[in-house]
Every structure is written in C-alpha cells, then in structure tokens.
T-cell receptor
Framework: GEDVEQSLFLSVREGDSSVINCTYT??????LYWYKQEPGAGLQLLTY?????DMKQDQRLTVLLNKKDKHLSLRIADTQTGDSAIYFC?????????FGRGTSLIVHP | KAGVTQTPRYLIKTRGQQVTLSCSPI?????VSWYQQTPGQGLQFLFE???????NKGNFPGRFSGRQFSNSRSEMNVSTLELGDSALYLC????????????FGQGTRLTVV
C-alpha cells in the first residue's frame, strides 16, 4: 500500500519561511493534500494539488510537487505564531487518502 | 452553515465495554468517513459511508463497525474495548468522496482504562 513519510518536528522563528516536506511511494497518486491540526481540533484542509501540477500558490502557502522524486512540500511564508500546529500530508489515487504521521511546526517569537 | 459535529467530545470506558460515537455531517453532505488518530500509528482510515452504504473499509478488526442513517448522520461502534483503542476518533464529511471537499469534526477523545 501507499506509504507517506514526514519529519516529525520543525522549529522556525516568527517571520521566517517554513518548509514542510513529505515523500510518498505510490507514483499513481493523483491527489495530494495538506491538512493542519491545531490542539484539540480536527483536521483543516489547507490546500491540495493534482498530480498533473508542479506548483500551487495560495496567499502565504506554496505547494511544490516533484513527481519524479515523489516529493511534496508545503512552504509557509512569513510564518506566524498562529501557524504553530501539526501539518499532515495526505496522498491518494482513489477516494481515501493515506496520511503521513504529521509534522509539528513550532514557531518561536 | 454548521460544521461537522461529533459527540461526545470525551469518553472514558473500561476494557471489555462497548462504545458508540456519533457524527453529524454538514447539511447536504452524503459521505462520512471515520479515522482513528493515535500518537503511535498516526491517522488511520476506518471506513467510509455514502448513502447509508459502507463504500470503503480500512484494515481494522470486526470489533469496529459503523452505520449511516438516511439523514447522513453516522455512528461508529467499538465492541469489547481494548486499551489500545484509546485514541482520537475523527469524522469527515463531504458531498461525495472527493477529499478536496472533506471537512473534519473536532473528534471524540476515547480513553479506555
């Protein structure tokens, strides 16, 4: 089955850019998502990209997809303390995606 | 527009008991998916219901079951609870099963003692 890997932690200073990385194994994956989970809350869909795209930008968020290396990244520009959360990468070729373990983003003032 | 509502938010049960969790999707959404989130295993898919039928199923034992009613509300049931069932159970709803339209509830925190 699909395997999705993410690093567990990322620490950045407020105002810097954050880059969260994700690798996956199934090259036939067609939908790739980024979710955010704040403490005590469910998952919030941040953005998604189709496999026929290389990049998608949405305000402070930039998603980059390298299909050859099966690598997905989420860049958050001008990171704020309110961005502190767990970020999940999810990859799917059919309806139900496979989630990574999540990356805890810690933003220092 | 009300979001996805999961009840109860917190639950403490004893080993061997059974539990029922409820999920009310966003009005008009017909697909409801359930996930188990634990620190060790991350987010794992349990099952998905669409128009009262189970359409997809994850790799969980038969102690985990679910159903969906005609108003799209869904319940999941866990029988013969084990300590390892302690987790955050998340429900997501969508118009169909396109995850780009999926919205998650806040989850039910189940603790088995």
């Amino acid at each position: 089955g699909e395997d999705v890997e993410q690093s567990l932690f990322l620490s950045v200073r407020e105002g810097d850019s954050s880059v969260i990385n994700c690798t996956y194994t199934d090259s036939s994956s067609t939908y790739l998502y980024w979710y955010k989970q704040e403490p005590g809350a469910g998952l919030q869909l941040l953005t998604y990209i189709f496999s026929n795209m290389d990049m998608k930008q949405d305000q402070r968020l930039t998603v980059l997809l390298n299909k050859k290396d099966k690598h997905l990244s989420l860049r958050i520009a001008d990171t704020q303390t309110g961005d502190s959360a767990i970020y999940f990468c999810a990859v799917g070729g059919s309806y139900i995606p496979t989630f990574g373990r999540g990356t805890s983003l810690i933003v220092h003032p | 527009k009300a979001g996805v509502t999961q009840t109860p938010r917190y639950l403490i049960k004893t080993r061997g008991q059974q539990v029922t969790l409820s999920c009310s999707p966003i009005s008009g959404h017909r697909s409801v998916s359930w996930y188990q989130q634990t620190p060790g295993q991350g987010l794992q898919f349990l099952f998905e219901y669409f128009s009262e039928t189970q359409r997809n199923k994850g790799n969980f034992p038969g102690r985990f079951s679910g159903r969906q009613f005609s108003n799209s509300r869904s319940e999941m049931n866990v029988s013969t609870l084990e300590l390892g069932d302690s987790a955050l159970y998340l429900c997501a709803s969508s118009l169909d099963t396109g995850m780009d339209e999926a919205f998650f509830g806040q989850g039910t925190r189940l603790t088995v003692v």
